[in-house]
T-cell receptor, first 115, second 112 residues
Framework: KAGVTQTPRYLIKTRGQQVTLSCSPI?????VSWYQQTPGQGLQFLFE???????NKGNFPGRFSGRQFSNSRSEMNVSTLELGDSALYLC??????????????FGEGSRLTVL | QKEVEQDPGPLSVPEGAIVSLNCTYS??????FMWYRQYSRKGPELLMY????GNKEDGRFTAQVDKSSKYISLFIRDSQPSDSATYLC????????????FGQGTELSVKP
């Protein structure tokens, strides 16, 4: 069974630009969560999508957005990039069972550098 | 104060040692407790998943949860150089789906 696939793996942008990251979950998984990982703040929850609907949202500004498609693939977008957005962005998928914390399976991440 | 506190280390032990990793938390609503392992340049992988208080064992790994003390632990027996990685605790309340609160991670190095 293929794991979670994230693209691109590495990218460099400049301040003010926008970026779109893509995530393909494990086949059959309907929930996709996004996390930001930095040395200072660790892993922080961005948002979760389940059946094309945002189910949970973390404490990030509106410049961070996401969406999920009918095939469960997800994208996240960051607009007006700031230096502080440099981070590893991780996508995780789960079966998304209601009422329980999902056993999350993470991809290898997209490493974003903002210059 | 962070909801989940974890000593970032680094922690260095000789091969064969017993390793103890710990996290404390402040939110009494947490019901699900997890340990993830993250190798350099990789995504985290789930090691242990526990619901509520108690112990869970899987091979060389034992997870303990003490909700009364808001304290969780991961023990690694007979540690191996391949165990060298960053270990992250994570927690969640009911109905939170994919929203986990992570500790800062403890960097572990097992020396041959």
């Amino acid at each position: 069974k293929a794991g979670v696939t994230q693209t691109p793996r590495y990218l460099i942008k400049t301040r003010g630009q926008q970026v779109t990251l893509s995530c393909s979950p494990i086949s059959g998984h309907r929930s996709v969560s996004w996390y930001q990982q930095t040395p200072g703040q660790g892993l922080q929850f961005l948002f979760e999508y389940f059946s094309e609907t945002q189910r949970n949202k973390g404490n990030f500004p509106g410049r961070f957005s996401g969406r999920q498609f009918s095939n469960s693939r997800s994208e996240m977008n960051v607009s007006t990039l700031e230096l502080g957005d440099s981070a590893l962005y991780l996508c995780a998928s789960s079966a998304g069972l209601a009422g329980a914390a999902g056993e999350l399976f993470f991809g290898e991440g997209s490493r974003l550098t903002v210059l | 104060q962070k909801e989940v506190e974890q000593d970032p280390g680094p922690l260095s032990v000789p091969e064969g040692a017993i390793v103890s990793l710990n996290c404390t938390y402040s939110n009494s609503a947490f019901q699900y407790f997890m340990w993830y392992r993250q190798y350099s340049r990789k995504g985290p992988e789930l090691l242990m998943y526990t619901y509520s208080s108690g112990n869970k064992e899987d091979g060389r790994f034992t997870a303990q949860v003490d909700k009364s003390s808001k304290y969780i632990s991961l023990f690694i027996r007979d540690s191996q150089p391949s165990d060298s990685a960053t270990y992250l605790c994570a927690m969640s309340g009911a109905n939170q789906g994919g929203k986990l609160i992570f500790g800062q991670g403890t960097e572990l190095s097992v020396k041959p």
